[in-house]
T-cell receptor, first 112, second 117 residues
Framework: AQSVTQPDIHITVSEGASLELRCNYS??????LFWYVQSPGQGLQLLLK??????LVQGIKGFEAEFKRSQSSFNLRKPSVHWSDAAEYFC??????????FGAGTRLTVKP | DVKVTQSSRYLVKRTGEKVFLECVQD?????MFWYRQDPGLGLRLIYF???????EKGDIPEGYSVSREKKERFSLILESASTNQTSMYLC????????????????FGPGTRLTVL
C-alpha cells in the first residue's frame, strides 16, 4: 500500500546536538516531498519542499533535507538544535500533484 | 502573507448536535482542504474543494459534509456529532495551477480542537 512512514514517534535530543528525523515513502514515482512543523497549539508551517533538481534542500530555521531516490527517503536534518525547535514534525508527500499524504509525525523534545 | 483562519480554536459539543467548522483564506486560493489530526495517525484528509460549489471526498468523509459557497470560505459540517469525532481539525488552502512555483504547498490554519461529549 502507498504510505508515508515516520519511524520515530518521539525523539529527545540535547540543545546544541544534531538532529535527523526520518521519512520514507512508498509510491511508484518520485512524489513531491515536504516537511512541516507544528508548534504546540498551532497549525502547520512549511519548513522545506522538494520538487526536482538538487537533492539537498535548504529550508527555514536552519533545517535541510536530503532526497535519496534509492532509499525512498527524505530525511530532515539540523546541525545544532535550539530549544525553540521542540515541536511535532510531519513529513508529507504529494504523489500525483493533486493531494497530500502525511506521515504520523515525530515529536521532538529538546533537553537543556 | 497567506492567512488561513478558523472560526474557533476550541469547541465543545454534545453528541447528536450539528456542528459547523468555518475556514476562511485571504489569498484567493482555488483549493481548500479539511483534515483531522489524531495522535499517532498524522493528518487524514476528510474533504477537499478545487473551486466554488465543488467538493471531493478524501480518505475519511463518513460522518462529514462540506460547503463552499464562496471562494474564500470552506465549511466542514458534522451532521450529528459523535464522540469518535473528537479531534483536532485543520483547514488548509493552496493556489491553483496558475501559481506553479507554489502549487503544491498548502497553507494551514491554526486548527480547531473539537470535543464531543
Amino acid at each position: 500500500a502507498q504510505s508515508v512512514t515516520q519511524p520515530d514517534i518521539h525523539i529527545t535530543v540535547s540543545e546544541g546536538a544534531s538532529l535527523e528525523l526520518r521519512c520514507n515513502y512508498s509510491y511508484g514515482a518520485t512524489p513531491y516531498l515536504f516537511w512541516y512543523v507544528q508548534s504546540p497549539g498551532q497549525g502547520l508551517q512549511l519548513l522545506l519542499k522538494y520538487f526536482s533538481g538538487d537533492t539537498l534542500v535548504q529550508g527555514i530555521k536552519g533545517f535541510e533535507a536530503e532526497f535519496k531516490r534509492s532509499q525512498s527517503s527524505f530525511n530532515l536534518r539540523k546541525p545544532s538544535v535550539h530549544w525553540s525547535d521542540a515541536a511535532e514534525y510531519f513529513c508529507a508527500v504529494d504523489p500525483n500533484n493533486n493531494d497530500m499524504r502525511f506521515g504520523a509525525g515525530t515529536r521532538l523534545t529538546v533537553k537543556p | 502573507d497567506v492567512k488561513v483562519t478558523q472560526s474557533s480554536r476550541y469547541l465543545v459539543k454534545r453528541t447528536g448536535e450539528k456542528v459547523f467548522l468555518e475556514c476562511v483564506q485571504d489569498m484567493d486560493h482555488e483549493n481548500m482542504f479539511w483534515y483531522r489530526q489524531d495522535p499517532g495517525l498524522g493528518l487524514r484528509l476528510i474533504y477537499f474543494s478545487y473551486d466554488v460549489k465543488m467538493k471531493e471526498k478524501g480518505d475519511i468523509p463518513e460522518g462529514y459534509s462540506v460547503s463552499r459557497e464562496k471562494k474564500e470560505r470552506f465549511s466542514l459540517i458534522l451532521e450529528s456529532a459523535s464522540t469518535n469525532q473528537t479531534s483536532m481539525y485543520l483547514c488548509a488552502s493552496r493556489p491553483g495551477q496558475g501559481f506553479m512555483s507554489s502549487y503544491n504547498e498548502q497553507f494551514f490554519g491554526p486548527g480547531t480542537r473539537l470535543t464531543v461529549l
